[in-house]
């Protein structure tokens, strides 16, 4: 592999969890894999950069290293103030898989900001985000809900993942265990990416793909499965489609696009991944595009373990450079207020809910609208940013 | 020589000002009468309705004249909106002397060749204002007078805007019967009234909050090194509000002065704020968080604009002063909280400090364009009335 294609991909955990999340890809990834960490706490960025990866420390100037205490307006402040530190790990980056745990301040606060810079710098970005646990308290899954939209507003995917499902099947275990399985669950994943583009395998995806899959695909659901044995092929479709990230194969069935990787030990027969190619199919709906690619790994000997993205937002009509210019036909009409940048995403119905058009001006209705950067200033900040308001 | 009493006028998008300045032995300036009116028909600083702008006009006149037992023909005018803009002229000037030494004809040259600005058409230069000389490559001299080079430049600071809509401003005067001697930037205005030599010197950023904009004027190393005009103000904080509660825009204004706070902090959280009810008007109950979220988001992504604008301007680093908040919007509490969250420097209310008489005003900081206008008439007198015919020369007078 090229080291164009291998450096295409940065890994950018933000945040304490998201950086251990990272942290964790690039140890079971092992090295040629690109990663940054960010964090506003220096402890937790230490503990990160102990395992190899780079780490950058955020608002070092506000917060002098010691954390948000759970304040994601400290958070997002951070990460205005230190996007420009960012910067020069980007070269020659064109997709960036983001890591984030959602709820407390840094992966709350400074994951929308730093998914906005991205954006607006023309990068691809999927987000793989996790919601936190149920007995964590309401205050926390409401900050995380808060934060979705803004990052579901930047982001070009954007895969949520709630940390109870991921723990669904060790409850019993003990808690180190249960941690390490599911953060490994998810950090294979993550992995998969990587390994599906820059290792050797049978059926290869390259970069590029991705990164127009990202593009096109939107928000995606992520989902995963593993069997043994000799009827392996088949029990793997049946674990995927039982795995309750996937809503028990709900997603699946309804997906428009899927990313399928298949990783397996060297014993891997062609007969099988027919066998799992067409049990898919058969799973989903028949124009379904779906993107394959294998991985053999000598640790996986005697196991087949099965990746997806699937995608239900899939644009398929969008040429496979939508970067360039905005196709025409696909557009609803935006409000003139809002120019379409390279790279902008209005054309998805979840991007025009900024487009308010003559409705949010109120007492600026006939006047000469204020615009910096392409906003209307007129239309409140609370609108166009997305913000929810207690009622 | 005695200098008759000045007589300023703001026409804002809240209300219109009216000061009455009279010089005393001692150059200082004293506002000797203020009238205010509320202002209808003016948008975002530019007036939209010309008669309902004289009403305010008039009554804001009726009220200084009363005050200062002054009769008011003449006034000068404060204009602002986004129109304005400023940006750099260099004039230059090769010293063409033996010896090479600058003299004082060569300053004079150099200053007249950068006020020569080139503007649009259809755009009206309101302000130039001197910088600093360049004496060949070395930059930043204050009096070049006697140096040895072979090339001089002077950078000039020009204010401009759109000259129909400064016109609309003059118009909205002249049918109040009022001739308009001269026209001022507001934001050069309120830095007359407020910044100090001290602050100028440490550089400093004075941001007027107005009601329909927002101007700003930066101090660096005692020159002026950007000046400007965001089309955002109270108003637009106000319309935030109505259009989140869905109440009308003068309950927004009451609950936002009452209740508003800038920043989001544990004291809002949990109250709730009423709404007693009115003609047409059932009561109402809003939770004061949501109301200083949507207050703090406005006020928040204005300083973000304002400080990109002084990042663009590279004088982000060379502000030691600090900001200044002036004009009413800086009674918003906790404004100065967010701007010194958001600028990273420490924030403070400014108040026009060098005038006098306004001690006993009630927020005297929403008076500050108008008193500075005051100062700004006295300052410019000589130019007006006797020695120069030329308006709008403004000789660089203000940070020296």
């Known amino acids: 592999m090229s080291q164009e294609q291998q450096t295409a991909l940065l890994l950018l955990g933000v945040g304490g969890g998201g950086c251990r999340l990272a942290a964790s890809v690039l140890a079971s990834y092992g090295s040629g894999l690109r990663a940054l960490g960010v964090d506003t706490d220096a402890l937790s960025n230490r503990t990160a950069a102990a395992g190899g990866m780079t780490c950058l420390l955020l608002g070092g100037s506000r917060l002098a290293g010691h954390g948000t205490g759970g304040d994601a307006i400290q958070g997002r402040l951070a990460a205005q103030d230190d996007m420009q530190n960012i910067l020069p ?65 930047n982001a070009d995917s954007l895969v949520v993942v709630a940390l109870d499902d991921l723990f669904s099947d060790a409850g019993g275990g003990l808690l180190t265990d249960a941690v390490q399985a599911a953060e490994g669950l998810l950090a294979s994943g993550i992995t998969l990416l990587w390994r599906l583009v820059s290792k050797p395998g049978f059926i290869q995806l390259d970069a590029e793909r991705l990164h127009a899959m990202v593009l096109r695909g939107g928000n995606a659901r992520f989902g995963f499965g593993s069997a043994e044995g000799a009827e392996r092929a088949s029990q793997v479709v049946a674990a995927l489609r039982s795995c309750r990230l996937l809503r028990s194969g709900d997603a699946v069935s309804k997906a428009n696009a899927l990313l399928l990787g298949i990783l397996a030990g060297r014993d891997l027969r062609l007969a099988e991944i027919g066998d799992i190619m067409g049990l898919v199919r058969e799973a989903c709906k028949s124009d379904c595009h779906v993107e394959m690619g294998t991985v053999l790994d000598p640790q996986y000997d005697g196991r087949i373990e099965l990746v997806v993205l699937s995608f239900e937002s899939w644009t398929a009509a969008v040429p496979v450079e939508p970067r360039k210019d905005t196709p025409p036909t696909q557009e609803p009409p935006v409000a003139e207020a809002f120019p379409i940048q390279p790279g902008s995403r209005k054309g998805r119905a979840k991007g025009s809910k900024l487009s308010f058009g003559t409705t949010g001006r109120g007492k600026f209705q006939n006047v000469e609208p204020t615009l910096f950067n392409g906003q209307d200033l007129d239309v409140p900040t609370f609108i166009r940013r997305g913000i929810a308001l207690e009622r | ?122 755009r009206q230069v309101l302000h130039t204002i001197t910088q600093a000389f360049t004496v060949d490559d070395q930059p930043g001299i204050v009096k070049p007078e006697g140096m040895r080079c072979k090339v001089l430049t002077l950078n000039v600071m020009a204010v401009h805007g759109l000259k129909n809509r400064i016109d609309n401003a003059v118009n909205a005067a002249k049918s109040a019967q009022l001739d308009v001697s001269d026209v001022a930037f507001s934001g050069v205005c309120a830095a007359l009234a407020v910044l100090t030599p001290e602050q100028k010197r440490n550089g400093v950023v004075l941001i007027d909050l107005g009601g329909g904009t927002t101007n700003y004027i930066a101090y660096c190393n005692n020159v002026i090194s950007a000046v400007g005009c965001v089309a955002v103000g109270g108003d637009h904080v106000t319309n935030d509000i109505a259009l989140a509660f869905n109440i009308p825009l003068n309950r927004a204004e009451e609950v936002k002065r009452a209740e508003g706070c800038a920043v989001i902090d544990a004291e809002s959280g949990g109250r709730r704020v009423v709404l007693p009810a009115d003609v047409g008007f059932e009561e109402r109950v809003l939770s004061c968080k949501a109301l200083h979220t949507v207050i703090n988001a406005r006020m928040d992504e204005t300083f973000r604009m304002l400080r990109s604008r002084l990042d663009e301007a590279g004088v982000l680093p060379h502000l030691g002063g600090g900001v200044v908040l002036t004009g009413g919007g800086a009674y918003l509490r906790k404004a100065t909280d967010l701007a010194q969250r958001v600028f990273g420097l420490p924030c403070r209310i400014g108040l026009p400090v060098n005038v006098d008489g306004l001690e006993k005003a009630e927020q005297p900081a929403a008076l500050s364009t108008a008193a500075g206008l005051a100062l700004y008439g006295r300052m410019t007198y000589e130019d007006r009335g006797l020695f120069s015919p030329v308006k709008n020369i403004f000789k660089g007078w203000f940070g020296r």
């Open chain 2, 1 to 122: 020589m005695a200098i008759p009493p000045i007589a300023a006028l703001e026409i804002g998008t809240t209300r219109t000002v009216m000061c009455v300045g009279e010089t005393n032995e001692s150059g200082r300036v004293k506002i000797t009468g203020v009238g205010t009116y509320p202002t209808i028909g003016v948008r975002k600083g530019q007036v939209v309705d010309l008669s309902q702008a004289r009403v305010g006009v008039e009554s804001a006149a009726k009220q200084a004249e009363k005050q200062a037992d002054v009769s008011i023909w003449q006034v000068l005018l404060a204009t602002s909106g986004g129109h304005i803009q400023a940006g750099v002229n260099p004039g230059m000037v090769t010293i063409r002397s033996n010896d090479h030494v600058v003299s004082r004809e060569d300053i004079e040259e150099v200053t007249e060749n950068a006020k020569e600005v080139q503007v649009e058409a259809d």
């Open chain 1, 89 to 153: 790990h980007l070269q020659g980056v064109r997709t960036v898989v983001i890591t984030a745990c959602l709820g407390a301040g840094t992966g709350g606060g400074a994951t929308p900001e730093i998914v906005k810079a991205l954006h607006d710098m023309g990068l691809a970005t999927i987000c793989f985000v996790t919601r936190p646990f149920a007995f964590e308290g309401e205050a926390r899954r409401k900050a995380a809900e808060r934060v979705l939209p803004m990052i579901e507003e």
